[in-house]
DNA sequence: ATTCGAACCATTTTT
DNA sequence: TGGTTCGAAT
């Protein structure tokens, strides 16, 4: 264990060292980009673990995503050679989950108007339980389309007390009703477990009765990654959990009980503040807390011209420190549109791949979503593997994001919503109104459905016998009466039967891994964590149950653990990645940046352009359109590419100016408008489908997720339309 | 119900 | 700049 740490120690610069042995009340480090920020977060807490003799358990360790947070504790992990039980690690993980965790086992929720049973909502459900109340009540509130934006962003207003919402309707009454609502049916929205567990900590938050009994958790130490990314909500929660609320300068005298802060980011690096509040928090953060400033000025990852690109870039600091021998090369393309410079990237990709290099050590960035779409098709063509950074998630499979929703309700039965919307539930339901499904949930009318008896008695009902193992997932399955929810005549019901089975496997495994390390918990409230923690866990499926969800895949990809693939991603997405060679598409004005209103938005078009270009190791490779195809963007080079000095550029090359090119995208753009129409209004004449098994067939009627089509000699067959098995034409 | 002008917004996404 | 949505007015 020890001679780990020294390893890691003798590796670190003395900036990182400096960083590591700061014992200051608050710390920030200004990590540059590829400085070595994860590696410090980690030898930071092995040092306090190992040296300074503190507890995991009286340590937080924040970070903004589940990834981040993963990440940390495997490498944490691989550097103790004991294993640390996830006990020990309680304080580790994403700000929400960490919250929620206080709020299960430190906080007294019933204070606050919950009880320990409460459940974690779903994003979406809030907007829905909002839209209900603003039905149900007479409200009158504009723009509903946009409602789970304005909720957002409104609420600091009227929190703040301001009389009107900003388009003066009664916004500003919703809030009191949803809270009230998500009070009754015992459940959070993600943004209450941050604003009700800050609520708690703080001292006069929750009553003294229950602090004194509990003992409200202070951290000795609070460690944040990518504070940057952090958010007024959980600026409040880190305040709290140092135990200063703000206000008085009355916690002078528990100076040495309060927690130390360290927090790591990168103000370069901020390009999410459109949906924060739009300062720069690392600099916030450091003000409110009164925190040193310690800089990480080398650079290990890229090569030195890339980097001397990227200071043009930079917009906080002095300047980012090289440390490799390699130059790495700039290189800037013309191409004709889009559809010429996909057929250039899959040939020129090839060529690599053919000389030596792996596909997963190229990347193709982009700044909009749709791009994709035209390279996707292009690669396909090519046979280069790639593979989209879009994220599957459990609600994208009708069956699971289904019976997500009746465990949940059978583990918190106050879930009046959630219990409505499973019955009233078009595909899996009992085949009744949003009005009916409501009389019976209200009312608790057992005799009227079946499905809903057993969601309600199923904690005495499965749960009976303490003695008895966790109830297998055939059981659970047969509980519920899946077998015929799941409708055992459709085509696909093998398939959702075992989409389900295998995702009540994982429910089991999971709460049998709960009782076995703590044993003592009841069923249900492992359930119910198993629950909570997918909801925020964003729902994802692993491999294994991605891959029984949808077998025939896309591509053919390899089933071994990283498929060799290039990778294709937003500029956002691509923040905290590295490559060894990176294509930037589309840098013309109008895309890169893209057509902005403000100085602020500007700014974060640089912050995004220069993440983009950071992420590469050895090559870097610009490219713009002479003919973009595209509304509001310019057939010109962006501002962005002069900004990069000539020097540094190897090669001006590319497929630009000649115009017979562009037919292909004329054609290209069609057949994708073409394949768009069909998607959203298939009925339209005889569409034909394809389907391995059955053949062609001709489409009858497709709502969005479900497709029906007629098959000579099969008759009628029902398709779920996110597992992809018909082919539509 | 339908039509009109005015206001607003577009893209990026995690929990 | 063009597409959507709101509210007022037919």
Same mark, same amino acid.
């Given at each position: 264990m020890k001679t780990d740490f020294r390893d890691m120690w003798r590796q670190l610069n003395h900036y990182q060292q400096e960083a590591v042995l700061d014992e200051n009340p608050a710390c920030v480090v200004n990590a540059n980009v590829g400085s +070595?920020?994860?590696?410090?977060?980690?030898?930071?807490?092995? %040092?306090?673990?190992?040296?300074?003799?503190i507890p995991f358990e009286d340590m937080a360790v924040l970070t903004f995503t589940n990834k981040a947070a993963d990440e940390i504790i495997a490498r944490l992990k691989k550097s103790c050679e004991g294993e640390i039980a996830p006990e020990q690690v309680h304080g580790f993980g994403t700000f929400h989950s960490v919250a929620l965790r206080l709020l299960k086992d430190r906080l007294s929720v019933e204070t606050a108007g919950w009880t320990k049973e409460f459940t974690v909502m779903d994003p979406d459900e809030e907007t829905d339980l909002a839209l209900e109340l603003i039905t149900s009540r007479g409200l009158k509130v504009k723009y509903k389309n946009r409602l789970k934006k304005r909720l957002e962003q409104e609420y600091g207003a009227y929190e703040s007390g301001k009389a009107e919402s900003r388009y003066k309707d009664d916004l500003f009454a919703l809030y009191p009703l949803l809270l009230k609502e998500k009070k009754r049916q015992n459940k959070m929205a993600f943004s209450d477990l941050l604003r009700v567990s800050t609520e708690l900590l703080s001292p006069g938050g929750g009553s003294a009765d229950a602090e004194a009994e509990n003992g409200v958790w202070r951290p000795a130490w609070v460690i944040v990654d990518e504070v940057q990314d952090s958010d007024a909500l959980q600026m409040e929660f880190l305040a709290a959990l140092l135990g200063q609320?703000?206000? +008085?300068?009355?916690?002078?005298?528990?100076?040495?009980?309060? +927690?130390?802060?360290?927090?790591? +980011?990168?103000?370069?690096?901020?390009?999410?503040? %459109?949906?924060?509040?739009?300062?720069?928090?690392?600099?916030?953060?450091?003000?409110?807390?009164?925190?040193?400033?310690?800089t990480l000025p080398v650079n290990y990852r890229s090569g030195a011209s890339i980097l001397e690109a990227a200071n043009r870039f930079l917009q906080f600091g002095t300047g980012i420190q090289g440390d490799r021998e390699n130059r790495g090369t700039i290189t800037v393309k013309n191409h004709y549109d889009p559809f010429q410079e996909a057929e250039y990237l899959a040939e020129r990709i090839r060529g690599m791949h053919e000389s030596g290099t792996a596909y997963r050590d190229i990347a193709v960035f982009y700044r909009l979503q749709r791009q994709s779409e035209l390279l996707a098709k292009v690669f396909e063509r090519h046979g280069i593997p790639y593979e989209l950074s879009v994220k599957e998630t459990l609600k994208d499979i009708p069956v699971l994001d289904w019976l997500v929703k009746v465990l949940r309700f059978s583990v918190n039965s106050m879930d009046e919503q959630t219990g409505i919307a499973v019955l009233a539930d078009p595909l899996y339901g009992e085949k009744c109104t949003k009005k009916k499904a409501g009389q019976i949930v209200r009312e608790d009318r057992r005799e009227t459905s079946e499905l809903y008896r057993r969601m309600k008695e199923f904690p005495c009902g499965v749960f009976s016998g303490k003695e008895e193992e966790f109830p297998s997932a055939q059981a659970l399955f047969d509980w519920f009466g899946l077998r015929e929810a799941l409708h055992p005549t459709s085509a696909e019901y093998r398939r959702d039967a075992q989409t389900a089975l295998a995702f009540l496997e994982e429910v089991c495994a999971y709460c049998g891994q709960i009782l076995e390390e703590g044993p003592g918990k009841r069923y249900m409230d492992c359930m119910r964590e198993f629950i909570n923690s997918s909801a925020l866990y964003g729902m994802k499926i692993d491999a294994g149950e991605k891959n029984a969800a949808d077998k025939n895949a896309v591509d053919g990809g390899e089933t071994g653990e990283a498929p060799d693939s290039v990778k294709l991603m937003t500029l956002h997405a691509s923040k905290g990645l590295e490559f060894d060679t990176v294509f930037i598409i589309g840098v013309n004005p109008g895309l890169i940046p893209l057509r902005c209103t403000g100085f602020e938005q500007e700014e974060e078009e640089r912050r995004l352009f220069f993440v983009g270009m950071t992420r590469a190791k050895n090559e870097l490779e610009l490219s713009w359109y002479t003919n973009p195809g595209e509304p509001g963007v310019a057939g010109e080079y962006s501002r962005y590419l002069k900004m990069i000095p000539e020097h540094l550029i190897s090669g001006e090359t590319g497929t630009g100016g000649s115009s017979e090119k562009g037919y292909g995208l004329q054609q290209m753009r069609r057949q994708i408008q073409e394949n768009r129409k069909k998607k959203e209004q298939?009925?339209?004449k005889k569409v034909r489908v394809r389907h391995r098994k059955y053949g062609e067939g001709v489409l009858v009627s497709d709502d969005g997720t479900t497709v029906e089509a007629e098959f000579p000699g099969y008759g009628k067959k029902q398709f779920l339309k996110a597992f992809g098995e018909v082919e539509i034409k």
């Open positions: +070595g920020k994860t590696t410090v977060l980690i030898a930071k807490v092995l %040092w306090l673990h190992m040296e300074k003799q609320t703000g206000k +008085g300068e009355e916690h002078k005298e528990h100076e040495e009980h309060r +927690g130390k802060l360290f927090a790591v +980011g990168d103000p370069n690096q901020v390009i999410y503040s %459109w949906r924060g509040t739009g300062d720069n928090m690392f600099f916030l953060l450091k003000h409110r807390f009164g925190a040193r400033e310690l298939p009925e339209e």
